[in-house]
C-alpha cells in the first residue's frame, strides 16, 4: 500500500473512533442514560460531532485525496482502493462545505428538539415542539445553502442517506407505486376483515422477549460481536464491524409487535456484522445506504418473519411459549392475522399493504417544509387532511399524528423515503434470492437460515459501502430500482390471504 | 468574568467532554460491551486519550494561563477563578511534559493488558500477563522520565492521583500504622473467633440487589442522576455532575459483599454528584483527590454500613428480606459476623483491620518495580513470602494472590496507597463529624442519613476539586492526614466486639 493510502487510513480510522464514540454516547442515551445526564450529554455530542467534522475536513485529508485520485487513477474500478478514495472524496466533498460551527450548533440543537419532542409527545401538545422544529427546518435549509443549486434542494439532504438518489426518481417511483398500492387497500376493504383478537391478549413481556432472541440467534445474529437492550424507539447501532448492538420495545397494546421488531433490527444488524473485515475503521464499512439497509430489515421482518414457511417452523414453538392465548388458533389463522391489512395511524406499527403510504406523506412534507411551500405551524393540519385523504383515518390527537417519529426530532430530513425504497429493493433480492436458492422456502420451513444469510453475505453485506446504493442493485438484479417486483407480490400475497 | 477566562473555560469544557465520551466507553466495557467489540475499543480508547491530551497541552491554553495568572494574581486566594487557574496549571505543567503518542501507546498497550489480565486471572497464569505487566512498568519508568528528578520516582506517580503527596510522607504514615494494626490483628486471633456461617448461605441475588438499592436510596443517591449496573469489579464512573453511576457484583461464596460493594460505591457517587453546579465541564468538577474519595466510601461502607446503629434500623428489614438465612439470629451475633477479623487472601474482602495490610504490601512492590529494584517476573514469588510476612496467609494460586487486582492492567501504579489513606482521613472526618452534628448515631438508629450526608456535602462534596487534599483535611479536621484516629477507632471497636 502506498505511503499517502497509509497515512489516509490512518487519519480515517481516528475519525471513525470518534463516530463509535459519538454513537455510543448515542445509544447510551436511549438505553440506559439517567435524566440528569441529559443536558451534558448534548455537549458531549456536539463537541465529538465537530471535532470528528474538523479532523476530517482537515487540508491534510484533502491534499492526500487530491495526490491519491492521481496516484490510483488506473487502478481497476473495483478495486478497494479506488472506491475507498471515491466514497471518502464523495463525503469530503460534502462535509468540507459545512462549517465546524454548524454541526456543533446542529448537534446542540438537536439534542434539546430530541427532548422537547419526547415531552410534546407525552402530552400529545405539538406547541412544545414546534419552536425546535422550526428550527431544524430552517438548520436544513442553512445546510442546503452550503452546496450549489442541485435539480431540487431536496435533493441534497436526500443524497446525506442515499448517495446519487434524486428527489425526481423517488417521486416517480412513488407516483407509479401509489394508485396501486390504494387499489390494493380498497380491495381488501371492500371484503370481509380477518381476526386478530388472539394477538392482542395478555402476552408475558420476558417470554416474548426471550422468543425474539430465540428468533434472532436462528437468524445467525452474533451475541459475541452485539446485544439486545430495550429503547422506546428500536435501533440499531454499532461501534465496530465486531459490535453491533440492536434494541426492542415491548407494547402493551401490541405484545407481538417485539417479535417482528427484533427481526427488523436483526435484519440491519446482520448487515453490518457483515462487511469486510478488512472494511474496519474506514468508510468503506457498514451498509451503503438507508435504503439498501432497509431492504434487509424489511427482508428478515417481512419477507421471512411474516412468511408461511417461517411460522410453519416457529407457530408450534410459540404455542408451546403461549398456551393459553395461541393454543387454540391454527396456522392459517395466526399467518392471518400476523398480516392483517388495516389503514391505521402508526407508521411503525403499519402492514406491508399500508406501510409506503405513510412514508409518500412524509415526503411530501418535508419537501414542503424544505422549499417553504409548508409552515410548521401548520403541520398538524395538514398531516390529518393528508392522513385522510391517503388512509381514510384521521389521527384523534398529535401524538398519534404528527408527533409520532422520533426522526425530526433528531434534523434529519430526507430519511424517510429510503423507508419504502428499502420495501422494493427488498423484494427485488428476494426474486433474485429465489433463483439462486431454489429451495429457500424449504430451509425456512425447517427453521434453516444460513443458505439466506449466505446468499445476503456474498451479494450484500460483504462490500459493505463499497458499491453507490443504485449500482449495488444493479450489479445483484440487474435492474435499479424498480416498484413492480414489490407490488406483485402485495399483490400475490394479499390476494392468498383475503381472498381477492 | 474576564473574555480569556471564558475562553479557557470553553476549551476545558471541550476536554471535559472528551473525556466524559471516554469514561462512557470505559463504563460500558465493563459493563456491556459484547466481547467481539474489545479490539475497536481500545483503538477508541486510545484515539480520545490522545485527542483530549492534544487539546489540552494546545499553545492556546499555555498562554491563556500565563496571561490569567497575572491577571487574578490579586484574587481572593480561595475564588474558584484562582483555584481554577492552580488546578488547570497543575495539570497543564504535568500533561504538557507527555508526548501525545505516548499517551496512545499508554491506552492501547493498557487494552491489551486489561484483556491479558482478564485470561490470567481466570487461568490463575501469571505467564499471560507478565509481558503485559513488564511493559506497563516499562511505560511508567517512561512517565517518570518526563519529569525532572524527585525526591523519589514514585512522587511523580503518586502526584497523578494524590496532589501534593510525598513517597515518603506515606510511608511515614504506614510505618506508625503497621505495628499497631498488626498488633491488634494479633490480640485478636489469640482470642476466639465469631460465628459468621450464616452469611455465607443461600442468598437470592435479586434480593440483595433489591436490598442494596434501598440502602442506597436511604443514604441519598439520586437514581435520576445516576444508576447501578453489574460490574465484574465494581467501580463509580461519571459522565457529568449529573450522571453518577455505579456497579456492584454479587459473589456466589460472599453474598453480603453486595451490600457492601453498593455502599462503597454510593459513597463515592455521592462525593461526585455533590460538587457545586457551577463546577460543570471543568476540571473543578469531582472529588480531589483518591485518597478524599476513598475517605467517602469507606465512610458510608464501613463507618456508616458496618456500625451498629445502622443495622439496628436495617437488621429487622433485613431478617425480613432474608427469613431461612437469619431469622434466628440477632443483632449483636450479626454485628459480629460483619465485622469478622481474619487475615485473608482478597484485598476487596479484608475486613477493616487487615485491610490497610494488603495496600502496605502493594506500596512496597509498586515503589520496588519503579526504582527497579523488583522485577515483574519475581512478583508472584515475593508477593507470597510477604503474604506470609504480614498477614500469616499464603495464596493458593495467583488468581488469589499477585493477579488479584485490576489495577496494574490499567497501567497505574502509584494508586493503592491512596486506599489507606482515605481510611485515615474517614475516621478524621468522622470525630470532625460527630462533633458538629453529636447525635448523629441516633438519626442513622432511624435510618436518617440526610444529617450525614448534608455535613458532607457542606465540608466536602460541593468543593470538588478545589482545594488540595491535603489542604481541605486540614481546613475541615484540623490536622494533615494522620493515622492516629484510625487506629483508636479500630482499637475501640474491636477490643468490644472480641472482648479485648
Redesign the interface.
Known sequence: MSEKLERLKTLL??VA??N???A??GW?QQT??????A???G??L???SR?SHDKFVSDEIGTLLDDLEKEYAGAQPDSDELRLLRLTRHNYDQQVRVPSEFVAEFAVVTSKAFEAWVEARSTSDFAIFRPHLEKVVELNQRFVSFFPPADHPYDILLDQFERGMKTAEVQAIFDELRPQQVELIQAIAAGPQVEDAFLLGDYDEKKMWDFSVQIATQFGY??????Q?KAAHPFTTN?????V?ITTRFEEDKPTSMLFSTMHETGHALYELGSNQAY??TPLAGGTSLAVHESQSRMWENLVGRSLPFWEYFFPKFKEAFPTQVGQVDLPSFYKAINKVEPSLIRVNADEATYNLHIMLRLELEIGMVEGNVQVKDLPEIWNAKMDEYLGVVPPNDAKGVLQDIHWSGGTLGYFSTYALGNLISVQLWKQILKDVPNLPDQIRAGKFEGLLGWLHEHIHVHGAKFEPQELVERVTGSRINPAPYVSYLREKFSEIYGL
Open positions: 480510522a481516528e473512533d470518534l463509535y464514540a459519538a455510543l454516547l447510551d440506559y442514560m439517567p435524566p440528569g445526564g443536558e451534558a450529554r455537549n458531549q456536539a463537541t465529538l471535532f452474533d451475541w459475541e460481536r452485539g446485544r437492550d461501534f465496530s464491524i465486531n459490535d448492538r474496519e475503521r
